[in-house]
């Protein structure tokens, strides 16, 4: 179980970086959603991957049990989804009007510049 | 009194949500847009003052203690970074209330402006690391979508480079957040700046510091991570591309000064050496790069790039008189560099061109335009009595302090390089005679008839606030020991890193920490 996490976000890292070496936007695009994927799964696992319980206080409490799970990388892991999830969808759009202005994904083509002319 | 460190981040964050309210009366917005541009300047103002007089603030936000909750902190570098922000927010407000056209004013350019600016003043207020990188993803996304704004197949090219580049860099950041809190059990600056040290991992505390070198040294655009910016600075209009250059890439320098001076001074002679290979590389091939390109505003980002060099080499010397140079030399870059690229909009707009092979005759035609342009260009090549020699004054003394000869030898030859690029500007905009006699005033006027767009009074808008900073510039360079002394406190309080943690955890505090 501790191996299984570590190779999976190193499976994910080496997926990601191949597609965001590859030339369409769009799958660097795909290889930057697995990276963030990997990242958040790195947080979770260098946060320490205990099984705890749910990590309420209860009504006569004022400390949480040492039981308890660590609720903190959840939280900066749910805050870098809604991040990753408004940046991605930007990219997509971004990607999208690319390919609507230049008629071509193929980043070399962009960057050279060679807008389609019936645009 | 601590309270008021919200207000750098509140006043842009209203002025935000009433121009966006404000949707489609875009008198109301303009006249909301500036009274919130001064608002924060005056704002950020009152904060420095107070930072100046009461030593390091901190704000608890919703009273939890630190190291629990989010906590604002303001030490003199800080408070002068927020004047600096203020100060350029405004002028470049100003500017854009002349320049920016009817479309992108309809399609929300002021909302997201002031976004940028909260996501400026939120990142150099952040007192943990988590909430640096949220105010770095706000100040991203406004800028991704300023970037595009308008929609234009250059900027459109620009921004897939710059997107990618900068997300990546975020990822880099929050890998680098996962780990050390998987190694400390803390966020909070001053907090893991008080346990790094007896974490007793030496090379997997450098592996991260790596990572934050990676993460900020992207956003900074230092070598070899900056080939996102000369290829999307010059896209986007002048107003966007100046609050750009001034700001953006001094938040990735202001992060690596952070971390590099609180928390991984654990291993200076490796990481601080890395720094100043980076720094000299930096400085060569930015200046390298302009010396190559003949469009003004890709001459002006890769003096950017170079210009970076000086400030990273600051901090790589890491010495007293270095970093007070570093810091003098951020505030310094940021009006002049935010200036230039504002003459340059003003180039734009008499010889309807940003080529410098195509402009021509500006000395001639419009005279004060070239004074305008030749205090900021002179100071940024660093020539007496400006703001630019004392910035590289101070930080040369630094290098011949600490023996960096070979860094000294750099900075002086970037910096004759730098007055190579500014003559070759302005050899082909202001000196030479325009090759088309009559473009000019023909250019003018069917742009006006064109456009229609642009209200009467703009050319006072644009023209005004190139001034002020100009003036500014001036009054540095003639003036430099006000900002020497500031700049020398916050050097002081950098290279003291324990009053930062005693200002924000208390002596208290300390006690109650939860193990990690």
Redesign the interface.
């Known amino acids: 179980m501790d191996i299984a996490a570590p190779l999976l976000i190193g499976l994910l890292t080496a997926s990601g970086v191949y597609l965001l070496l590859r030339r369409s936007l769009l799958r660097m695009l795909f290889g930057l959603i697995l990276l963030s994927n990997a990242v958040n799964l790195l947080i979770l696992t260098a946060g320490g991957l205990t099984s705890g319980q749910p990590p309420l206080i209860s009504g006569t409490e004022t400390v949480m049990d040492a039981s308890a799970a660590n609720p903190l990388p959840q939280a900066l892991i749910l805050t870098a989804i809604v991040i990753g999830f408004g940046l991605i969808a930007f990219a997509l759009v971004l990607v999208y009007r690319t390919y609507k202005t230049m008629g071509t994904l193929d980043a070399d083509a962009v960057a050279a510049g060679t807008p389609r002319d019936d645009s | 009194m601590s309270d008021l460190l919200v207000l750098p981040v509140v006043i842009p964050l209203a002025t935000m949500v009433a121009t966006l309210l404000a949707w489609r009366a875009i008198r109301l917005q303009r006249i909301l847009h500036l009274i919130g541009a001064a608002g924060l300047a005056v704002a950020s103002i009152v904060v420095a003052v107070s930072v100046w007089n009461g030593g390091i603030m901190h704000l608890q936000v919703g009273s939890w203690s630190s190291p629990f909750g989010i906590t604002l902190v303001a030490d003199v570098l800080s408070a002068a970074m927020l004047v600096v922000v203020g100060l350029t927010g405004a002028a470049v407000g100003v500017y854009a209330v002349g320049s920016i056209d009817g479309e992108r004013e309809r399609f929300g350019f002021y909302p997201l402006y002031h976004a940028l600016l909260m996501g400026v003043s939120g990142a150099f207020l952040a007192g943990d690391l988590?909430n640096l990188?949220?105010w770095f993803?706000v100040m991203?996304?406004s800028s991704?979508?300023l970037l595009?704004l308008g929609?234009e197949?250059?900027q459109?090219?620009g921004?897939?480079?710059y997107?990618?580049i900068n997300?990546?860099s975020?990822?880099c950041f929050?890998?680098a957040?996962?780990?050390l809190?998987?190694?400390t059990g803390s966020l909070n600056l001053a907090d893991l700046a008080s346990r790094l040290p007896g974490v007793g991992e030496p090379a997997l505390v450098t592996t991260i510091a790596m990572l934050f070198l990676i993460a900020f040294g992207i956003k900074a655009a230092v070598f070899p991570l900056f080939f996102w910016l000369p290829?999307s600075y010059h896209t986007p209009p002048v107003a966007v591309s100046a609050i750009f250059a001034g700001l953006l890439t001094k938040v990735g320098v202001y992060a690596l000064i952070r971390v590099f001076t609180l928390l991984f001074t654990q291993d200076i002679g490796y990481t601080h050496t890395m720094l100043l290979g980076i720094a000299m590389l930096t400085m060569i091939t930015g200046v390298l790069g302009a010396a190559a390109q003949f469009e003004f505003r890709k001459v002006l980002s890769f003096h950017i790039v170079s210009q970076i060099g000086y400030m990273v080499l600051g901090l790589a010397l890491f010495t007293p008189l270095a970093l007070l140079g570093a810091v003098f030399y951020i505030i310094h870059h940021i009006i002049v560099k935010t200036n230039l690229f504002l003459v340059s909009g003003l180039a734009h707009r008499f010889g309807d061109t940003f080529e410098l092979k195509s402009l021509g005759g500006l000395y001639r035609s419009k005279p004060w335009l070239a004074i305008l342009f030749a205090i900021p260009a002179l100071s940024l090549a660093g020539l007496p009595p400006l703001s630019g020699f004392w910035a590289k004054f101070v930080i040369i003394r630094a290098g011949l302090e600490t023996e960096a000869y070979v860094a000294v030898a750099v900075a002086l030859v970037v910096g004759l390089l730098t007055l190579y690029s500014m003559t070759k500007i302005w050899n082909e905009a202001f000196w030479k005679p325009l090759v088309s006699a009559d473009r000019t005033s023909e250019a003018d006027s069917e742009r006006a008839v064109n456009e229609g767009l642009l209200p009467a009074p703009s050319l006072a808008w644009t023209v005004t606030p190139v001034v002020v900073l100009a003036l500014i510039t001036l009054g540095i360079g003639l003036y430099a020991e006000p900002l020497a002394i500031v700049a020398d406190r916050a050097a002081d309080e950098l290279l003291l890193p324990e009053a930062y943690v005693e200002a924000v955890l208390g002596s208290g505090v300390a006690e109650n920490q939860s193990l990690p």
């Open positions: 988590f990188y949220v993803e991203l996304i991704f979508v595009v929609n197949t250059e459109v090219r921004a897939s480079t997107v990618i997300l990546v975020s990822l929050l890998a957040i996962g780990l809190y998987g190694l290829a």
